[in-house]
């Protein structure tokens, strides 16, 4: 039916071999560009320029609606508007204080033809945004009689990328959602179905002279998530994931879509202190975020995913009164401001990682006196973490999240660690009929369900670290009581049951999964022979973990080990009690996507900066410059770095810490050893 409009059209229509350009618009800097026409039968494309050099060909936009109804062929422009923003807002917490939000906005009124067979006369906007840094684009179906609800079954937005860069990409429709290694090819071997963010390195040499972009979405509300399918050997389209009915989204107008970005910088870094995302999102709909904290915490965990103690119940269950203490104890020595106790639930006895119905979020097992321990931590100056692992059972967690919230609020907790431990597409979903639907988590519902905890949980001043989420789109501008996620492949896979994650990981992943925002990592492990009897499973170094602080952003921290494995390295654990989990502006120092990083973050609270570096599996010395400290003033420098003889994988644990004095114009000069990192505190002196 569709070739036969098609066909109708060409007929029809008084069509143009090439395409009519309809409007251009540049960044406030006017490096970026994007070029918006129409072409042959109506189709509206884009396509996006950076210092005049292409970086997508002409891309079709559009929706397919319900019966396979093309909105983005046959339209014609009813008019353009355009406006600019220069303004600053400043984040509750973050990464970045301010944040300057200065773009040139296009809003592209689109409407079909009315010689357009079938048609009916409906409209369509397109708006793009572009800032220095990157461009964003969305569509906007305006109420209108010829369109109410709606049903969207393909979206047609394309990206035709203009060369063949390298590419860091992991696979969309996996089972396992997010949690793969990253792979490094030409966009052209890269494979079908991709997750964003997707990052390409367009250098044409090996200077590294960029540019440097990552595909991605921002403001992923009500809608799928989109993934890239491949159309091309470097052209992809937008993928949403379909819902168990096979509609993509359910939309009525006024409805929009999510922002479709790409950020764009000359070097590595610049994607990483890019705010493209954020000023895509709506500002905050909580008023009061004075509850919301950023802060540091410890936990019965890695002795789960060791395997030494169990998350059910038995003579081996971790979440014990009696060893939560212990845990309290230690919080309370270091001053960390949580504690996080997995297992403490009924539910945990039959296969809850296929089904989570039988998880209860206010039922205690027995050997776990949930008031009393939550008592004997707000007594020690800390708090409890709740954990409400779900199974990925939205539905059962949704009949119980207003009491189990009501609860921790009750007992002083403040932040929530919410967990979907399901596969690919088998999230459930009950229907209108009682009915099980099986969901993908990045589809419609799921989407929508991770929303609903966010403001179920701000109702009770409860924030969220939500594990195995949807991915992030800056959401945490719109809901700031989303702290942290995690998303990718956390510090759990370097357990013995996990597979490692790699050297190269962290350097890859501050380039990748880290563009979407904060990650629960959980960094901190000293332990490096995990098991006592194998090889190291945690690939890098001891001073490599600590350089995680720095290079993994997330405003909620963990120091993951086993409190026993802190007590013989007391002299290392003090970079982990002194760095800060809220910052005021970040720096990129140098870096090369997937074998090293180096970083520099100011804290908020004082003068103070902090300095991470990380390499993968290759030993290097950085030669980084301190400019960015104040001018005329001294700093100390506490140096945590790799011994001479360290190396992840025969002698992790070997490092040195050292001080000196530095001042702003002075380098430093730090040797990492293979999987090794480096973590400095820089201590602003007197004026
Ligand atoms: C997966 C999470 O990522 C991990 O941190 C947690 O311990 C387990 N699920 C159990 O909830
Ligand atoms: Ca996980």
Do not use: C
Not at 181 to 192: F, I, N, P, V
Not at 556 to 570: E, F, I, T
Not at 677 to 682: I, P
């Amino acid at each position: 039916m569709y070739r036969l409009a098609l066909t109708l059209l060409m007929t029809v229509l008084p069509l143009s071999a090439s395409a009519q350009p309809v409007a251009q618009v540049a960044s406030p800097d006017g490096r970026l560009q994007v070029e918006v026409a129409i072409h042959d039968e109506g189709v509206p494309t884009y396509q996006v320029a950076y210092d005049g050099q292409p970086l997508l060909e002409p891309s079709r936009l559009g929706v397919v609606l319900n019966g396979g109804d093309t909105l983005g062929v046959g339209m014609e422009v009813l008019s353009v508007d355009r406006t600019t923003r220069d303004r600053s807002w400043t984040q509750p917490w973050g990464a970045t204080e301010t944040i300057r939000d200065h773009h040139h906005e296009l809003r592209v009124h689109l409407q079909e033809s009315s010689r357009k067979p079938g048609g009916r006369e409906r409209r369509m906007d397109v708006v793009f945004r572009v800032f220095d840094d990157g461009v964003g684009f969305r569509y906007e179906w305006p109420e209108q009689p010829a369109l109410g609800s709606f049903r969207i079954e393909d979206e047609l937005t394309a990206m035709h990328v203009a060369a063949d860069p390298t590419t860091w990409w992991i696979r969309a429709y996996e089972w396992n959602r997010y949690e793969y290694r990253y792979e490094e090819t030409d966009l052209s071997d890269a494979g079908y179905a991709l997750h964003t963010p997707l990052t390409m390195d367009f250098s044409a040499g090996d200077a590294g002279e960029g540019p440097y972009v990552s595909i991605h979405e921002a403001a992923l509300l009500d809608y799928a998530a989109m993934s890239l399918r491949r159309i091309g050997p470097t052209a992809y389209e937008a993928d949403l994931a379909e819902w168990s009915t096979g509609t993509k989204v359910y939309g009525e107008t006024p409805f929009e879509s999510p922002w479709r970005t790409l950020l764009v910088g000359d070097t590595p870094g610049d994607l990483v202190t890019n705010h493209v995302t954020l000023n895509l999102n709506e500002p905050s709909r909580l008023e009061d975020t004075s509850w919301i904290e950023p802060g540091k915490y410890v936990g019965i965990w890695w002795a789960m995913h060791l395997g030494t103690r169990t998350w059910s119940s038995g003579p081996d269950h971790g979440a014990t009164t009696e060893h939560a203490k212990r845990y309290i104890d230690f919080a309370a020595e270091h001053d960390f401001d949580g504690v996080l106790v997995e297992g403490w639930n009924v539910g945990w006895d039959g296969s809850w990682a296929e089904d989570g119905s039988d998880f209860s979020f206010t039922e205690p097992y027995p050997d776990f006196d949930l008031q009393e321990v939550a008592r004997y931590a707000r007594d020690r100056g800390t708090r409890l973490i709740g954990h409400h692992e779900t199974g990925g059972n939205a539905p059962n967690y949704e009949a119980q999240m207003d009491a189990a919230y009501a609860l921790m609020h009750d007992l002083g907790v403040t932040v929530v660690k919410t967990g979907y431990v399901d596969h690919g597409m088998q999230f459930p979903r009950v229907t209108a009929e009682g009915d099980t639907a099986r969901e993908w988590n990045y589809g419609q519902y799921y989407v929508n369900h991770y929303r609903r905890t966010l403001e179920a949980a701000a109702e009770h001043e409860i924030a969220l670290n939500i594990h195995e989420p949807v991915k992030g789109t800056g959401l945490r501008r719109t809901y700031p009581n989303l702290l942290s996620r995690e998303g990718a492949r956390g510090q759990e896979f370097n357990a013995p049951w996990g597979g490692g994650n790699g050297p190269d990981h962290v350097p890859t992943l501050v380039f990748t999964r880290m563009l979407e925002g904060p990650m629960d990592f959980t960094p901190g492990i000293f332990s490096l022979d995990a098991t006592g009897e194998e090889a190291n499973s945690v690939p890098t170094t001891l001073a490599g973990q600590l350089a995680l602080y720095v290079v993994l952003y997330s405003p909620v921290q963990m120091a993951a080990d086993l409190p026993k494995n802190y007590a013989p390295h007391r002299d290392a654990l003090q970079f982990i009690k002194d760095v800060p989990v809220n910052w005021a502006e970040t720096r990129v120092l140098d870096s090369r996507i997937g074998d090293y990083v180096a970083m520099a973050r100011r804290d908020r609270e004082s003068d103070d900066w902090y300095l991470g570096a990380k390499t993968d599996a290759e030993a290097r010395t950085m030669d980084v410059s301190l400019d960015f400290l104040e001018d005329g003033r001294a700093y100390t420098a506490t140096l945590y770095r790799d011994g001479a003889e360290a190396d992840w994988e025969t002698n992790p644990v070997d490092y040195a810490i050292e001080t000196q004095t530095v001042e702003a114009g002075d380098r430093l000069r730090i040797d990492l050893a293979p999987g090794g990192g480096a973590a400095v505190r820089l201590q602003a002196g007197e004026h």
